[in-house]
């Protein structure tokens, strides 16, 4: 019986004090089991591979197309990451709860961000590997006083405003509609705005997730519209941009740089032409790596089954099951997170 907390039918207390969870994200688990075992009620199974119906919950990062079908004793899935928009493909069902740890790599990834915008405008990846870089002479430019466009305000994308701020830029919001107040930011523009606004940006700097709404936003529109001395950094989803496009671009000398952090592809194959790309650094995706990561995710996973068990809604449901009949605006910030969450800022 649930109880009168209870925000989804079925999700009282009493439904969530006996359950079979199964860790399928191999490379986290052991650092994942040392928080997690031992947790009253729960009882942990390892597995990479999804290949019987006998949990209720089910952790990991992602999941191939199909392999969360017919998965009907599944209750919630936990994802260690943050992007939901391989579950649709993966087959998960309706009506499973779905939460994320998206407020764990917060930090790390605004860091990361600012970090290789900052790496294009010193001109860094001329310093790698070299020992005769010319003395007393740089192309490096000043991001202090520099207008960066920062597209999509999520929890990174916040995070990354509040750090250009602090370093003397002076960030835009790029949200779908424009009509929200980004703190940090000195104004807020419609993303269907962004090709309009382009001229008159230094720098670009992608924070978007995955969704239809998402896909393409960052066009040939946009990215030839940049002026020349401009920097694109991408920590959000690669098919947010059109790379196609920015690579034609960067090889005609048409911008200052790129930087990376997400593909299309990934691992990229080797020799993958990519690589051939000037003035493009390509990181292997690890812009949310930090060493605590393992943990703060385990935390969180319990955070939210403590929530469950309270009857309450768990603070990191993300909204996005699939055949829900809506979902929230990937690009607008969202509601105020609990001070408990870590980096939720």
């Not at 391989?86 to 600012?114: I, K």
């Not at 940006?201 to 002026?227: E, K, N, Q």
Request: proline residues 10%; neutral net charge.
């Amino acid at each position: 019986m649930t109880t009168s907390t209870d925000r989804r039918p079925g999700a009282g207390p009493a439904g969530w004090h006996d359950l079979d969870v199964r860790l399928a994200h191999s490379k986290m688990a052991p650092q994942l089991l040392p928080v997690l075992d031992g947790t009253p009620g729960v009882r942990l199974h390892v597995s990479e591979t999804v290949t019987a119906d006998d949990a209720d919950v089910l952790v990991g990062f992602q999941f191939p197309p199909g392999s969360l079908a017919g998965l009907e004793r599944l209750r919630w899935l936990h994802l260690t990451g943050t992007g939901t928009d391989h579950l649709a493909a993966a087959g998960l069902r309706p009506g499973v709860l779905v939460t994320n740890s998206a407020a764990v790599p917060v930090t790390a990834v605004a860091e990361y961000a600012v970090s290789g915008l900052l790496m294009l405008l010193k001109d860094l990846p001329e310093l790698v590997g070299r020992q005769d870089a010319p003395w007393y002479r740089s192309g490096a430019v000043m991001l202090a006083g520099s207008t960066v466009a920062v597209a999509g305000a999520g929890r990174i994308g916040r995070a990354v405003v509040g750090l250009l701020a602090a370093l003397g830029a002076h960030p835009v919001a790029v949200t779908r509609r424009g009509d929200v107040p980004v703190p940090g930011a000195v104004r807020t523009v419609a993303a269907d705005r962004l090709a309009a606004e382009a001229p008159h940006l230094d720098h670009l700097v992608a924070c978007l997730p995955g969704s239809d709404g998402t896909r393409g936003l960052i066009g040939r529109d946009v990215l030839a519209a940049l002026p020349a001395h401009a920097a694109v950094v991408n920590v959000g989803r690669a098919d947010t941009v059109d790379n196609r496009a920015l690579h034609a671009l960067l090889r005609a000398g048409a911008l200052r740089g790129a930087f990376v952090d997400v593909h299309e592809t990934e691992p990229l194959p080797d020799g993958d032409p990519v690589h051939t790309v000037p003035r493009l650094v390509v990181s292997p995706h690890r812009a949310f790596a930090f060493p605590g990561e393992p943990g703060e995710v385990a935390r969180t996973f319990l955070a939210n089954l403590d929530d469950l068990r309270a009857g309450l809604a768990p603070r990191d449901l993300t909204g996005r099951r699939p055949g829900d009949p809506t979902t929230p605006d990937p690009t607008t910030p969202g509601p105020t997170p609990r001070p408990s969450e870590r980096n939720a800022t």
